[in-house]
C-alpha cells in the first residue's frame, strides 16, 4: 500500500480505459502522491488540467471522512461508549477529536491495521466525466447516518467556512471540516455538490462524487437510473454475459436504494 506508482503504467492503463484503485488506511505520503499521479493523467488525457485541485481535494476528503469514521469506531470501543442518538455524538465528539490531534492514548494507525480498517478509492473515467468511489472496507462501523444525513444538509447550503464552525460547536479546530469545505469549491467551480452521495447498502458504507466534464449536459447514475436507462460510461449492461444478468439487475435495484442517503 506504500509503493508509489509509475506513472508510465499508470498511463498506459488510463489510456486503455482502465479503472484506477489505491487502498489506504490513512492518508499517508505515498497514496497522496499515486492520487495526485492518476488523476494529473486522467484528465490530461481528456484535456481537462483546470479541474485538477477540485478533484484532488475533493478525493482526499471524501477518504479522509472514511477514515476519520474508522477512527471513531476504535475510540468508541475503547472507552466502551455508544453511539445511539445525536446527544451521544455531541458529547463524544470533542474527545474523540482531541485523541485525534494528540495521539496521547491511541495509535490510530497501529488499530487501523491489526483491524484490516482500509478505504478504497476507485476512480473510473470517459470522456464524459470521472466517477470517484470510496468504499471504506471495515468491517465493523458506528452507525453515523443520522450524523451524516444532519453534516451534509447543513453543508449543502454553505456559503463559507465560518458557517461550519457556527454549525459544530464540538469542532473548534475544523478537524472535520474538509468535507464541507469540499462542497463550498464544488458550488464555487460552477460544479455539482448534489452528485455527492453516501450510503450504506449492507455492513460496509461508501461515498461517491461525479464530476462532469460538461455540467449542463450531465446526467447522473442516479437520474439514469430512476429513469431506467443505461448506466453508462460507468456500467455497461450490455457487456454483462447472460448468465449473470439476474444479478446485475439486483445490483441496479440495490443501487437505486443506496442512492437516497442525504435526498
Known sequence: MKEVL??????????SGYKVGLNCY????????????????????????????????????????STMSNKRFIFYKKYNLSLESEEDFIKNEPNFLKSVTHHEDINYREELINNKMFVSTVIEHNEIGIN????????????????????????????NVMEYFNDHPEDPQGRSLGLALSIIILKEAGLRPDLMRMG????????RIEIP?????????????????????FEKPNLIPAQFKEQFEARKRLLEGELTLHD
Not at 503504467?9 to 489510456?15: A, C, L, Q, R
Open 213 to 233: 466534464f460538461n455540467v449542463d449536459t450531465y446526467k447522473s447514475i442516479r437520474d439514469r437510473i430512476l429513469n431506467d436507462e443505461s448506466i453508462v460510461p
Open 132 to 159: 470517484i468511489k470510496v468504499h471504506n472496507m471495515a468491517e465493523e462501523q458506528l452507525n453515523q447516518e443520522f450524523y451524516i444525513r444532519n453534516y451534509l444538509k447543513l453543508a449543502m447550503n454553505y456559503t
Open 6 to 15: 509509475k506513472e508510465s503504467d499508470i498511463e498506459k492503463g488510463i489510456i
Open 26 to 65: 490513512t492518508p499517508v505520503t505515498s497514496y497522496i502522491k499515486n492520487l495526485d499521479i492518476s488523476l494529473r493523467i486522467i484528465l490530461k488525457v481528456y484535456d481537462k488540467m483546470d479541474l485538477h485541485p477540485i478533484i484532488f481535494g475533493v478525493t482526499q476528503e471524501l477518504v479522509r471522512f
Open 200 to 207: 450504506k447498502p449492507g455492513t460496509k458504507s461508501y461515498s
